[in-house]
């Protein structure tokens, strides 16, 4: 199981970005998906996540109303929809994938949980 992500960057407080999880070689169906974060010396932490059948969402209460998890089955790919940046969420984002369901319990809050992982993209915002 190979996640990439993509789509990080540079922006000022107030913008907006689009992440996307990519799998490669593998079907996403099937597959809850989460996005992380994580500050150097901090604890990767909780962004936001969707089930397997794009039923279910969750998000951090830090990102919620700003950020927009969604999925495409067309394209293998899952996406987080970035809007009303600000500096703290600076950070190296992951996305991860487990065959689980996703029901928004505190356990998918934790993310050792969590089993595949793509390696990050750095969100930079600035002041």
């Known amino acids: 199981v190979q996640l990439q992500a993509s789509g990080g960057g540079s922006v000022q407080t107030g913008g907006s970005l689009r992440l996307s999880c990519a799998a490669s070689?593998?079907?996403?169906?099937?597959?809850?998906v989460a996005w992380f974060r994580q500050i150097p010396g901090n604890e990767r932490e909780f962004v936001a996540a969707i089930g397997w059948n794009a039923g279910t969402t969750g998000y951090a209460d830090s990102v919620k109303g700003r950020f927009v998890i969604s999925r495409d089955f067309s394209k293998n790919t899952v996406w987080l929809q970035m809007n009303s940046l600000k500096p703290e969420d600076t950070a190296v984002y992951y996305c991860?994938?487990?065959?689980?369901?996703?029901?928004?319990?505190?356990?998918?809050?934790?993310?050792?949980?969590?089993?595949?992982w793509g390696q990050g993209t750095l969100v930079t915002v600035s002041s």
């Open positions: 991860a994938a487990d065959s689980r369901p996703y029901y928004g319990g505190s356990v998918d809050l934790l993310k050792d949980t969590w089993p595949n």
């Open positions: 070689g593998w079907t996403f169906s099937g597959y809850s």
